[in-house]
């Protein structure tokens, strides 16, 4: 199946500091990739749509300027948690669609972030 | 977005077939019925997924009700490493907008 990447699999950081996870598709384009966090004992949270070439799209509630999202190629989607505060901690996860492989989602491995 | 309702937690012994409810009453005509499974600290992996008919894989089976408001995961010999968190997820055709509920932990007994 198609594999998609994420890096880095854990990061620390202080808090106001600005942490950026990449996600990439490794043997496919990805328009489309999608951002979810998941705290402790919850389920994934969809946070945002990335389409290639243009603005992300936001879920209600999520801030976009503290979320910044950039899908600069079809290959590569970023997350950079602006200013990061101790509630940004949090488990990142990616996914994107294949064409081809109708309706299915392929997952990364998640990021886990702990803001100091 | 339609909702789907799975209990909580669920649990089975090793080598028996196992049953995960889904409940989906405000399905659509055009949402697919998706399931997949999280492990601790990894990202959600693909189970199966369906539209009307029945579905088989090497990983399980979808069965899906007559009038698409429930539909049942089933695993059909446990194993240790199917203990995981198991989601059912409706999504519109095209869209890939995957909206998780809460899912059911699955505790598969040696």
């Known amino acids: 199946g198609a594999v998609v990447s994420q890096h880095p699999s854990w990061v620390i950081c202080k808090s106001g500091t600005s942490v950026k996870i990449e996600c990439r598709s490794l043997?496919?384009?990805?328009?489309?990739m999608f951002w979810y966090r998941q705290f402790p004992k919850q389920s994934l949270m969809l946070m945002a749509t990335?389409?290639?070439?243009?603005?992300?799209?936001?879920e209600q509630g999520v801030e976009k300027d503290k979320f910044l999202i950039n899908h600069a190629s079809l290959t590569l989607s970023t997350l950079t948690v602006t200013s990061a505060h101790p509630e940004d901690s949090s488990f990142y996860i990616c996914?994107?669609?294949?064409?081809?492989?109708?309706?299915?989602?392929?997952f990364g491995s998640g990021t886990q972030l702990s803001v100091l | 977005d339609a909702k789907t309702t799975q209990p909580n937690s669920m649990e089975s012994n090793e080598e028996e077939p196992v049953h995960l409810p889904c409940n989906h009453s405000?399905?659509?005509?055009?949402?697919?019925i998706h399931w997949y499974r999280q492990l601790p600290s990894q990202g959600p992996e693909y189970v199966i997924h369906?539209?009307?008919s029945n579905v088989n894989n090497r990983m399980a089976s979808l069965a899906i009700a007559e009038d698409r408001k429930s539909s049942t995961l089933i695993l059909h010999r446990a194993t240790l490493r199917d203990a995981a968190v198991y989601y059912c997820?409706?999504?519109?055709?095209?869209?890939?907008?995957?909206?998780f509920g809460t899912g059911t932990r699955l505790k598969v007994l040696a």
């Open positions: 996914s994107a669609s294949v064409t081809g492989q109708s309706e299915k989602l392929f």
């Open positions: 043997d496919f384009q990805a328009t489309t």
């Open positions: 990335s389409n290639e070439g243009s603005k992300a799209t936001y």
């Open positions: 405000t399905i659509s005509g055009t949402d697919y």
């Open positions: 369906g539209l009307t």
């Open positions: 997820i409706l999504s519109q055709s095209g869209t890939y907008k995957y909206i």
